[in-house]
């Protein structure tokens, strides 16, 4: 049997699988991971497997459809988002008018928040919910002995005039069951194509864990995918692929772990990187962290390698870091800089702006407490109440929502749009602060002054660091407004 996993065509460059999808300032594109970890526990089980990311080879609607149509799947998965979602549906629809014998399903973050919503009025054969790996392997086993899809967990499925869900699908208790998805990205895509500004290149992106224990009221795939329990690949697996990865993928120079919380079980990050040292791996590598990770964490990581990280600074204020359910202050985020600093290691730090209560002034305030914390680069975003996030029904529930347009969700170029309205802080107003707070931040004396200083000690994060801002200064040149 034959299987198609697709990131579809949308906008030049557009990253669907990343937690805020859209097309990033700074020329960002991500590995389809979750598609890759299904593909790859399919091929291991005997599926002719195609793994077919368009963005990434630059395909158009067109050139992408006529691809699948010339490998004429027997079943063919199409990867959701939130704001591409339209464009997903009629891709998957032409798909199956072109293909009628295909089963052709979608899955994904939105079709799993907003199932019957997508699925209304499609003659689609369903879709995948929630994490999908499994479900992907047993509805192919079931279409190719011919048995019901109603036994299979984690679908929905026509029902009469409609779509129903079968039973749900238990979140995957051993992460090990799952094959490494390093191999997948070598034999099927071109590593070349995927960059990250926070990283060497090349670079490739791994998930060493699922889920987080941290509430955060925005976080989209704990919330809608994963859940929040953490569930862990043990070290000998994570650091068996990236012994994989520094024998047969020599061209790659970072490891990027995409993981929500990479230090989520602190015991098992430390073990990972002593293993890492004993196996004698020098391959660095990028990973989320929070600013409550311990001191002797992070130094045990970044003698293992650990190059950079991003952490969620967010808000300046403490009582919006209490709404939106972060648990952690300011106090203890200044302490995780000092330490990073002395460890010598690059923070990224994220920023957001929209949250419950937010002024013109404590945004303003966000700005200061970025420039103080002096991270080595910094975003500022928009709040995104995605679909299934409590966020969403905070903003949906209190009318603050501009459009449920989902496509409006983005600028015509692609980039994040601000959606929510806040008394006295209208959508446009936030979005021109995070506009103007990253040049504001990136441009400053001091910080050209330090990066300077930085590219002669370490040049190989010069040329990083040039290459973002390049990325950057196109951006400007073809921004539009929201």
């Not at 959701?80 to 549906?89: E, F, G, K």
């Not at 869900?165 to 090990?176: F, Q, S, V, Y």
């Not at 990479?262 to 020098?282: P, Q």
């Not at 002034?361 to 080595?376: F, H, I, K, N």
């Amino acid at each position: 049997m034959r299987v198609a996993l697709i990131n579809p065509p949308y906008l030049p460059r557009f990253s669907r699988s990343q937690r805020s999808p859209g097309v990033i300032k700074s020329n960002v594109l991500y590995y389809p991971y979750w598609l890759a970890h299904a593909a790859a526990l399919l091929e291991r089980e005997g599926f002719t497997v195609l793994l077919y990311d368009a963005p990434a080879a630059g395909a158009d609607f067109a050139a992408a459809q006529a691809r699948l149509a010339r490998w004429e799947p027997d079943l063919a998965l199409v990867e959701t988002s939130t704001p591409s979602i339209a464009a997903d549906r009629e891709f998957a629809a032409r798909l199956k008018e072109r293909l009628p014998r295909s089963r052709v399903f979608l899955t994904g973050t939105h079709v799993t928040a907003l199932p019957d919503d997508t699925l209304a009025d499609s003659s689609l054969d369903g879709a995948l919910l929630g994490e999908y790996d499994w479900t992907a392997l047993e509805l192919a086993r079931a279409l190719e002995a011919g048995q019901p899809l109603a036994a299979v967990a984690g679908l929905s499925i026509p029902h009469e005039a409609g779509y129903r869900a079968t039973a749900p699908r238990p979140p995957l208790e051993n992460l090990d069951d799952l094959p490494w998805i390093a191999p997948i990205y070598r034999n099927h895509l071109s590593i070349q194509s995927y960059y990250f500004s926070l990283a060497h290149h090349p670079m490739v992106m791994l998930i060493s864990g699922r889920g987080c224990p941290n509430n955060c009221f925005f976080c989209l795939y704990p919330q809608v995918m994963h859940g929040r329990r953490y569930r862990a690949r043990s070290p000998e697996h994570v650091v068996g692929e990236l012994e994989w990865i520094a024998r047969e993928m020599p061209a790659v120079r970072e490891v990027v772990f995409e993981d929500d919380t990479f230090t989520a079980d602190e015991d098992r990050a430390v073990a990972i990187a002593r293993l890492k040292i004993e196996r004698g791996i020098r391959l660095p590598f990028f990973a989320n962290l929070r600013v409550n990770t311990k001191p002797e964490t992070i130094r045990a990581l970044v003698r293992a390698g650990l190059r950079s990280c991003a952490v969620g600074f967010e808000s300046a204020d403490e009582p919006a870091l209490r709404e939106m359910r972060k648990g952690i202050t300011r106090t203890r985020a200044e302490e995780f800089m000092r330490e990073a600093r002395r460890a010598g290691l690059l923070v990224h730090g994220c920023f957001m702006v929209g949250f419950p209560g937010e002024t013109r002034e404590s945004m303003e305030r966000t700005l200061r407490y970025a420039v103080a914390l002096e991270p080595d680069s910094a975003q500022f975003y928009p709040v995104f109440p995605y679909p299934g996030t409590e966020a969403f029904h905070w903003a949906e529930s209190n009318g603050l929502l501009i459009t449920r347009d989902f496509r409006a969700w983005l600028t015509p170029a692609g980039h994040h749009a601000a959606v929510v309205d806040l008394p006295g802080l209208p959508h446009d107003a936030q979005w021109a602060f995070c506009e103007m707070a990253y040049r504001r931040f990136h441009f400053r004396p001091k910080y050209i002054a330090r990066k300077l200083w930085q590219a002669i000690r370490r040049p190989s994060e010069g040329w990083r660091s040039v290459r973002g801002l390049w990325a950057y200064l196109r951006y400007l040149r073809r921004r539009r407004p929201a």
